[in-house]
């Protein structure tokens, strides 16, 4: 009965936010913060409380696996090869440059910050907070008031970013778990491993999953009604297939997206909507849980050392790092300024 009760305010809530969102976006109060707020609301009254965490932690972390999936193909159906093309450099100085840079950043300023003693968490915290956030990122790349150029960067960025940094991520798991004699750490090397395969599982069902999608719509074989459905079942296929050749899932949702929207033809981006909304619904739900669970958690064990970091690691470590990335580009400072501040 309180489960049914839980779930019914979770979906009222959504329904409120969808009834208002543009007012309360015109505020500037974005579905992430609000839900937050709800979700730390909900544990204050003991709706969701931090004792449930180890029943929650499951179901939660497929939950947000399965949101990000969503969010990361729906992403990248937006871009087309020739785009990349064109800004090979720019995404290229931004991925290889700029990344490894914030990553240097954030490990010496963790150090300096004496965050942890152990060599192998630092470099943990260094290359863990850097990706961006594709869930956050999604009103600004779809903001048609930010030059397409721009928004094409921090899409693909965002897209690749995670894969990237996950040899380091995984480099220091596997280090620190050395130093305090743990096994079962999968181990820096595995991390190639894990980044080729998703790419692979991408490549292959996002490009056949497109090519079939469109001979059926020009054949007359797909219901229009039924498309959006077909595209999210894809979206969870290349995920799924990923996982099961044990690569990266989030890796083969962003390049299957973008490997389908390069072979379904001038309507895939259309065909993705389903999938984007179906992503959004379920981001609030992520966002609820996290203020719920996981920010309690937070602010219990919050002090002036975490609260200088996270400042500095949401400003200086990657705008500092995208800044000397960009020399030469030809942006403005603005829009140097803008495309750093879009971080972790």
Same mark, same amino acid.
């Given at each position: 009965?309180?489960?049914?009760?839980?779930?019914?305010?979770?979906?009222?809530?959504?329904?409120?936010?969808?009834?208002?969102?543009?007012?309360?976006?015109?505020?500037?109060?974005?579905?992430?913060?609000?839900?937050?707020?709800?979700?730390?609301?909900?544990?204050?009254?003991?709706?969701?409380?931090?004792?449930?965490?180890?029943?929650?932690? &499951?179901?939660?972390?497929?939950?947000? &696996?399965?949101?990000?999936?969503?969010?990361?193909?729906?992403?990248?159906?937006?871009?087309?090869?020739?785009?990349?093309? &064109?800004?090979?450099?720019?995404?290229?100085?931004?991925?290889?440059?700029?990344?490894?840079?914030?990553?240097?950043?954030?490990?010496?300023?963790?150090?300096?910050?004496?965050?942890?003693?152990?060599?192998?968490?630092?470099?943990?915290?260094?290359?863990?907070?850097?990706?961006?956030?594709?869930?956050?990122?999604?009103?600004?790349?779809?903001?048609?008031?930010?030059?397409?150029?721009?928004?094409?960067?921090?899409?693909?960025?965002?897209?690749?970013?995670?894969?990237?940094?996950?040899?380091?991520?995984?480099?220091?798991?596997?280090?620190?778990?050395?130093?305090?004699?743990?096994?079962?750490?999968?181990?820096?090397?595995?991390?190639?491993?894990?980044?080729?395969?998703?790419?692979?599982?991408?490549?292959?069902?996002?490009?056949?999953?497109?090519?079939?999608?469109?001979?059926?719509?020009?054949?007359?074989?797909?219901?229009?009604?039924?498309?959006?459905?077909?595209?999210?079942?894809?979206?969870?296929?290349?995920?799924?297939?990923?996982?099961?050749?044990?690569?990266?899932?989030?890796?083969?949702?962003?390049?299957?997206?973008?490997?389908?929207?390069?072979?379904?033809?001038?309507?895939?981006?259309?065909?993705?909507?389903?999938?984007?909304?179906?992503?959004?619904?379920?981001?609030?739900?992520?966002?609820?849980?996290?203020?719920?669970?996981?920010?309690?958690?937070?602010?219990?064990?919050?002090?002036?050392?975490?609260?200088?970091?996270?400042?500095?690691?949401?400003?200086?470590?990657?705008?500092?790092?995208?800044?000397?990335?960009?020399?030469?580009?030809?942006?403005?400072?603005?829009?140097?300024?803008?495309?750093?501040?879009?971080?972790?």
């Amino acid at each position: 009965m309180r489960d049914a009760g839980v779930a019914v305010l979770v979906l009222a809530a959504v329904v409120l936010w969808g009834t208002f969102s543009r007012r309360l976006e015109r505020a500037d109060l974005t579905g992430p913060v609000v839900f937050v707020v709800i979700g730390l609301a909900f544990n204050a009254v003991g709706v969701l409380r931090l004792g449930e965490l180890p029943e929650l932690a &499951e179901p939660v972390r497929l939950l947000a &696996e399965l949101t990000l999936v969503l969010v990361l193909f729906t992403d990248a159906s937006r871009i087309r090869i020739a785009e990349l093309q &064109e800004d090979a450099g720019l995404y290229a100085r931004l991925l290889l440059v700029a990344l490894p840079l914030a990553i240097l950043l954030g490990i010496g300023l963790a150090a300096v910050l004496r965050l942890e003693n152990d060599i192998w968490l630092l470099v943990l915290i260094g290359a863990a907070l850097v990706p961006t956030d594709a869930t956050l990122g999604v009103p600004l790349i779809t903001d048609r008031a930010v030059p397409s150029r721009v928004r094409r960067a921090l899409n693909v960025e965002g897209g690749f970013n995670d894969g990237l940094a996950a040899p380091v991520v995984l480099a220091a798991l596997a280090g620190a778990s050395a130093a305090a004699d743990v096994t079962g750490t999968t181990a820096a090397g595995s991390a190639v491993r894990l980044l080729a395969l998703g790419l692979l599982a991408g490549l292959a069902i996002g490009g056949a999953g497109g090519t079939m999608v469109r001979l059926g719509r020009r054949r007359g074989w797909i219901d229009d009604e039924f498309g959006g459905p077909t595209v999210l079942a894809l979206a969870l296929l290349a995920y799924a297939a990923a996982v099961f050749v044990e690569g990266s899932g989030f890796v083969a949702a962003f390049v299957g997206g973008l490997a389908f929207r390069n072979s379904a033809g001038r309507r895939a981006e259309r065909e993705a909507t389903y999938v984007e909304q179906s992503g959004a619904a379920l981001t609030l739900v992520v966002w609820l849980l996290f203020g719920a669970v996981m920010a309690p958690i937070t602010i219990a064990r919050f002090d002036w050392r975490v609260a200088a970091y996270a400042v500095l690691s949401l400003t200086a470590v990657r705008m500092v790092a995208v800044a000397l990335a960009l020399i030469g580009v030809g942006f403005r400072p603005a829009t140097v300024a803008l495309i750093g501040w879009f971080g972790p």
